[in-house]
DNA sequence: ATGGCGGCGTACGGTAGCGTATGGTAGAGT
DNA sequence: ACTCTACCATACGCTACCGTACGCCGCCAT
């Protein structure tokens, strides 16, 4: 046999340094992400990484690349559901992201929207995703039976509040903000057609 | 003349670091804020630094400082109103924040908010800040009619929003964001106890 | 005019990080 | 057993920083 000619463990390896280099990212961010940090944390030296990538560069390129497409696929998968169920799927998407479960999940988002702000290859990679979360949450909407306009507006409102909730430091707010999640969360998402045609 | 004893430019001298500080630092991010390259921006040498400053975190100190004074500043300001202009104060106060204008502004936040993440005392402070935000802001809804709790939600829902809408690429969103966001807005804003018992 | 001091420059040691060069090793193929 | 190669270690040069030590220069008061 061939053992396999292009990649038997190496294509594997560098799964595993890009694996790693989000973790650093979600903890330290992009300008925490140092190469010989990384190696260590690896148990290698960077003699290793420099076999894997050409620079610190092609590494930031693969894992923003990863995180793209992990993004895209969970969209989807969070955004597909059978007809009747779209009004309780949009609760569900705004709970999957309030920050305290996902904790992690919303530190890689944060973490790659700051290293948007000085990279614009990263800002565009950024505007993809948030174009197609955006569309999906649309489409959720519609499928409520909302009109065009508003079911834009609340994808908008969905989005911006996950991620500005996530920004903020709300543990000395008066009285229990898990009251005060729900509440948004059912303006976020209601009224919809179910509420407005459903008898019950 | 005792040639005015404390500080006669000295003072000034140590603030002017501060407001370069502050200008890298919604620039570049807090690991961005360099001794060094601020004293190249500022046409010194770190000599200067190390005779205002007692090292890098002494300023850092004093620019976080800076900054949660003039945000408590702003936000009071922004949130003291003639009664019966407390509905339109609302609008104004989203307006305000809304990453078109005032982008430096945003920019000092995401960048203190980013810092907090990895600083404990930074998040104290933006702790401290966001709960006055969220008073000030809940004071203005209940001026408007509505009860403690729904003030309080729509509060933590507008500073959230206004956050998350400057961390979105939003460009590529099929048709006007300016639409959509005026009608986020209306949501996050109304029906206030004007529009409710107003007869116009 | 001159001593003192505020304000800054210069020079230095030290660390962290990037990228390169080159050597070493273990395992697969023959 | 020999070799080849994937994979990693070691060692180096370079730059960017931090913080310190110390020297210089101008300004004020006496």
């Not at 989807?76 to 059978?82: D, G």
């Not at 950024?126 to 955006?134: G, I, M, P, T």
Request: hydrophobic share 45%.
């Amino acid at each position: 046999m061939e053992t396999m000619p292009p990649r038997p463990r190496a294509q594997l390896d560098r799964d595993a340094w890009i694996t790693e280099a989000i973790e650093v990212l979600a903890a330290e961010g992009v300008a925490g992400l140092r190469v010989e940090v990384l190696a260590k944390r690896l148990g290698v030296t960077k003699g290793s990484f420099y076999w894997h990538f050409k620079d610190r560069q092609d590494l930031l390129n693969e894992a923003l690349k990863v995180w793209r497409d992990g993004r895209i696929r969970d969209i989807a998968k969070q955004t597909r559901v059978a007809p009747g169920e779209e009004a309780r799927q949009i609760l569900h998407l705004i709970e999957v992201y309030s920050a305290s479960r996902n904790r992690k999940g919303m530190l890689i988002e944060l973490a790659v929207r700051d290293w948007a702000k000085r990279d614009a290859a990263v800002a565009t990679i950024v505007s993809e995703v948030d174009a197609f979360r955006f569309k999906c949450a649309r489409e959720l909407f519609l499928r409520c039976g909302l009109p065009v306009r508003e079911a834009s507006s609340r994808s908008l409102l969905l989005y911006a509040y996950v991620f500005g909730q996530s920004l903020m430091v709300v543990d000395q707010f008066d009285q229990g903000v898990e009251t005060l999640r729900a509440d948004i969360m059912a303006m976020i998402a209601g009224p919809t057609s179910a509420d407005l045609s459903d008898p019950a």
